[in-house]
């Protein structure tokens, strides 16, 4: 996607943690445009729900800054709290952008915010989460956003089992890919651990198609979706959340959503040629 700003009189920190996994030798540059383009996508909900200002923000996973760097650039006065499971980072951001530092914990009911948030950017987080523990997140996200807050968070749509499907390699080498697409072409959501994940982690890859999603917010009367954006952030898709109490009325269950029988053929053709 072009750019949907220009962020170019922007002077974000370039200094870069040694121990930041996010960043690889020799694309560096490509490590500050996605953390731009996370920026970019903030301010499309700021238009989206007319939010002119976020007063206070949360950026969790926070990692070592790659957002939280812009968010601090563009958002000088806000408050904003770092939040991740890797302590490293937490103070590598309270240190080098001023934010709150506040260690996660695998049960995010269990972290100890002091207060709700105008904004919560989520990069990459439930697309790493089994469906348990990816709605208990969502749970925990809807609780600690304002009233007439915005939650901006990433999921793996159907670009990465699209890939998958088409033999694509170098995108998910260390997991089961046929159980993978088996899963997702029949329920909407899939998750498989990384095979190098302990089990005490359960942690891996999870998709989730934009069908699963909507009756995943009907749970919700209180949230509206303001966007659903297909390949927004590199290869994974965005949504846009602002909160207002009581606006739809509520809906009940998350039904699985079964295979229609006109994509039986391609799944099993998909499902050939990864098994080889």
């Known amino acids: 996607m072009p750019q949907l700003y220009d962020f170019s009189h922007l002077t974000p920190s370039r200094n870069i943690s040694p121990n930041d996994g996010m960043v690889a030798v020799g694309l560096e540059e490509q490590y500050f445009d996605l ?28 990692g070592h800054g790659r ?31 001023g934010a709150q530092p506040v260690y996660s914990q695998t049960d995010l009911t269990k972290i100890p915010f002091e207060s709700q948030f105008d904004l919560i950017w989520v990069g990459s987080l439930l697309t790493h989460l089994p469906q348990d523990r990816w709605l208990a997140a969502l749970d925990c996200f809807i609780r600690w956003t304002k009233e007439c807050g915005v939650l901006i968070f990433s999921t793996q749509g159907r670009t990465v089992p699209s890939l998958l ?14 159980a993978l ?30 069908e699963w999603l909507i009756r995943v917010l009907q749970r919700y009367p ?3 979706m303001r966007a659903y954006l297909e390949e927004a ?3 994974q898709d965005i949504v846009i959340l602002y909160k207002k109490a009581g606006h ?29």
């Not at 920026?39 to 923000?57: F, M, N, T, V």
């Not at 899939?190 to 934009?210: C, H, I, R």
């Not at 079964?258 to 080889?276: A, E, H, I, T």
């Open 181 to 210: 697409l088996e899963e997702f072409s029949s329920k909407g959501f899939a998750y498989q651990s990384y095979f190098e994940s302990k089990p005490e982690e359960d942690y891996g890859m999870a998709l989730s198609s934009p």
């Open 222 to 224: 209180d949230v509206i």
């Open 67 to 97: 957002v939280t760097r812009w968010l601090q650039a563009q958002y000088h006065y806000a408050k904003i709290t770092a939040c991740d499971l890797d302590r490293d980072g937490v103070d590598f951001c309270a240190k080098e952008f």
């Open 248 to 276: 739809f009325e509520p809906l009940l269950g998350v039904p699985e959503m079964p295979l229609p029988q006109s994509d039986q053929k391609s799944k099993k053709s998909w499902l050939s040629r990864l098994m080889g």
């Open 35 to 62: 953390g731009r383009r996370a920026l970019e996508l903030i301010h499309l909900s700021a238009q989206l729900c007319d939010k002119p200002h976020y007063p206070e923000i949360l950026d969790l996973p926070c």
């Open 165 to 178: 499907a088409r033999g694509q390699k170098n995108i998910a080498e260390n997991i089961d890919k046929p």
């Open 233 to 235: 952030w590199g290869m």
